[in-house]
């Protein structure tokens, strides 16, 4: 788990960005790619336009399920009923999924109860995010699994810069220390929110940095 | 141009609880806003409207002239409340201003969870409402009452003025919606 790629997509131009097809097709190109180089498990910086930036979750994750992953979707955007309804809608399996629904907790509203919802307390530090996210994994039977956090920007509203870069260096260290280093991790930040700074702290746990583009 | 029509097409197949991030120009923020509110009063039961660009009389006086049905819509004025004598009551709650931030969250929670049917809600405008608020705090705030609204089920309209908008909470407020329009 060396590696951390940046996919830009605000490259692709906002007119393609419009049209689902070329949308939807791009992603599976470059999950494609990931699959076939990264099946022992990577660190993704995913940046997507914030105008599709919740389609670009939902085609990442189906892909992944689709390739025989299973995963834990860690939702600060949104609640789980509002997450596991969209993903119903687009065919997903749910029984591949966990959710840590981390939204409704920042609220501190009323918790969901669902066999497939992690609910958290409103005050859990990035430490205990991390070992729940662990333990979730612990849950699911499949050899491959991936951690797909969404987002990082919205985590930013709410905690420290400091803290935000801690949940991607402790969920490293808390699975290789547990001998889960094949876990692909996946971090979303809306392309315009991406900040300089942020992506230099994380590219720190990578031998490598790719940012990829397809148009101009 | 007919923006009625164009946001009708824009918005044709979306469900009652989506959340749409609405920009436009300041030439055309009037009508535009106007087209937006008859759409969602067309589609809904009931709304509740969050205004920081015109009092609580004027707004009504608008919609009225404007042939919207008001006796659906429940007001938060964000800007009367210092300047006239203003009470509380029927379908308007007077705010302290546009930096209550938590007022307006306590008012809106309550509101939706005491709305039956399908309800909207609807932001007039966040351009405005940065002028007042540090962008950092303002998205916090847009994402806590953005959470609670999928919680209840309610969807709404986000209205925002082309460049004129902090460009990263932009970003930030369009990530958290369903759907981006630009007219």
């Given amino acids: 788990m060396t590696r951390v790629n940046c996919y ?188 300089d700074a942020l992506v230099e702290s994380m590219s720190s746990y990578s031998n490598e940095f790719i940012h990829l583009g397809l148009c101009t | 141009m007919d923006y009625l029509a164009k946001l009708e097409e824009e918005l044709r197949d979306i469900p009652s609880d989506y959340i749409v991030f609405l920009e436009t120009s300041s030439d055309k923020f009037i009508e535009v806003s106007l087209a937006a509110i008859k759409l969602l009063a067309n589609r809904n039961d009931s709304g509740i409207i969050v205004s920081a660009n015109r009092p609580y009389k004027n707004l009504i006086d608008f919609y009225k002239k404007n042939d919207i049905d008001v006796s659906k819509m429940f007001i938060l004025d964000c800007i009367s409340k210092n300047q006239i004598n203003t009470y509380n009551g029927g379908n308007v709650v007077f705010l302290e201003n546009v930096s209550a931030l938590t007022d307006i969250s306590v008012h809106l929670d309550e509101r939706i969870k005491m709305m039956n049917g399908s309800k909207f809600l609807f932001f007039d405008s966040i351009t405005t409402m940065l002028i007042h608020n540090e962008p950092h705090i303002f998205a916090r705030f847009v994402h806590s009452v953005l959470t609670k609204m999928r919680l209840y089920g309610t969807g709404g309209l986000i209205i925002s003025l082309e460049d004129r908008t902090n460009r990263e909470v932009k970003a930030e407020i369009a990530q958290l919606c369903d759907k981006v329009i630009k007219i």
């Fill in chain 1, 8 to 195: 830009s997509y605000d490259l692709i131009g906002k007119d393609n960005l419009k049209r689902t097809i070329v949308r939807r097709n791009y992603y599976k190109t470059f999950l494609n790619q990931f699959v076939k180089d990264h099946e022992d498990g990577s660190f993704v910086l995913l940046e997507s336009p914030a105008e599709s930036y919740f389609d670009a979750n939902i085609q990442s994750v189906d892909y992944l399920l689709n390739e025989g992953f299973e995963g834990v979707y860690v939702s600060f955007q949104r609640p789980f009923d509002n997450v596991a309804n969209t993903f119903i809608k687009q065919g997903i399996d749910l029984n591949k999924i966990l959710i840590i629904d981390c939204a409704t907790a920042l609220i501190s509203e009323k918790k969901k109860k669902d066999p497939r919802c992690v609910n958290i307390r409103s005050d859990t530090e990035i430490d205990e995010l991390v070992e729940i996210i662990h333990r979730s994994l612990q849950q699911l039977s499949g050899c491959k699994k991936f951690v797909f956090v969404d987002s990082l920007s919205t985590i930013a509203l709410y905690k420290s810069f400091s803290e935000v870069l801690k949940l991607p260096k402790s969920l490293l260290e808390t699975l290789k220390d547990s001998n889960n280093e094949n876990v692909s991790l996946f971090f979303n930040i809306a392309a315009e929110l991406t900040k």
